[in-house]
């Protein structure tokens, strides 16, 4: 297993469109998370999962997002109706039940043009 | 709620000095406190960690020691080189329920000049 694996690296979108981002954990990892982090600022919690189970949402996660981790394996992480503050690098991070690391992907970074 | 404070960026030094990046935390309980670093485009690495207090987590010559009394994580290395330019994030996370997500500072750029 190679870690925490995020598809696409990079989306450019234009305002409006929707996008989806896909996550793969490490595999025997059953809690998994979303972060966002904008220029020049630390990682912002978005919500997470304890296997198939999405647990808490943060205030930040808009009606317009929506997440997802059907099988309790990989998740997917869906804007609707992008803007431009939308723009943003999104990880993924996992980690095991009763761990406090959490394991970090390379991240997808969209741009909302 | 749970909140990590570090010290602004830019920092800039010439190679060879000593780097010190201050971090204190705010939390509930007992967290594990963890270094990151983010180099250009690329995603965060963990640096080394601290699960209790008085632990000394270290990672290729960067060293760092859970102070409970000063709720403090400052982050040091003696000799920096060219390669470590790079944003260093400090943060925290709980094990407790409601606790588990990690809490970031907002980062600290740093520069290493040849």
């Known amino acids: 297993d190679t870690g925490v694996s995020q598809d696409p690296r990079h989306k450019i979108t234009k305002r409006g469109q929707n996008v989806t981002f896909r996550c793969d954990p490490i595999?025997?990892?059953?809690?998994l998370y979303w972060y966002r982090q904008t220029l020049g600022q630390g990682p912002e919690f978005l919500t997470y999962?304890?296997?198939?189970?999405?647990?808490?949402k943060s205030r930040l996660l808009s009606d317009r997002f929506s997440a997802e981790r059907p099988k309790g394996s990989f998740s997917t992480l869906e804007i609707q109706r992008t803007e431009q503050g939308d723009s943003a690098m999104y990880l993924c991070a996992s980690s095991i039940m009763g761990d406090t690391e959490a394991f970090f992907g390379q991240g997808t970074r969209l741009t909302v043009v | 709620g749970d909140s990590v404070t570090q010290m602004e960026g830019p920092v800039t030094l010439s190679e060879e000095a000593f780097l010190t990046i201050n971090c204190t935390y705010t939390?509930?309980?007992?967290?594990?406190l963890f270094w990151y670093v983010q180099y250009p485009g690329e995603g965060l690495q963990l640096l080394l960690k601290?699960?209790?207090?008085?632990d000394k987590g270290s990672n290729k010559g960067f060293e760092a020691t859970y102070r409970k009394e000063t709720t403090s994580f400052h982050l040091e290395k003696g000799s920096v080189q060219v390669s470590d330019s790079a944003v260093y994030f400090c943060?925290?996370?709980?094990?407790?329920?409601?606790?588990?997500?990690?809490?970031f500072g907002a980062g600290t750029r740093l520069f290493v000049k040849a």
């Open positions: 595999s025997e990892h059953n809690r």
């Open positions: 601290a699960t209790k207090a008085d």
């Open positions: 939390a509930t309980g007992y967290p594990s």
């Open positions: 943060a925290l996370s709980r094990s407790d329920p409601g606790g588990f997500k990690t809490i």
């Open positions: 999962f304890q296997n198939e189970a999405q647990l808490e």
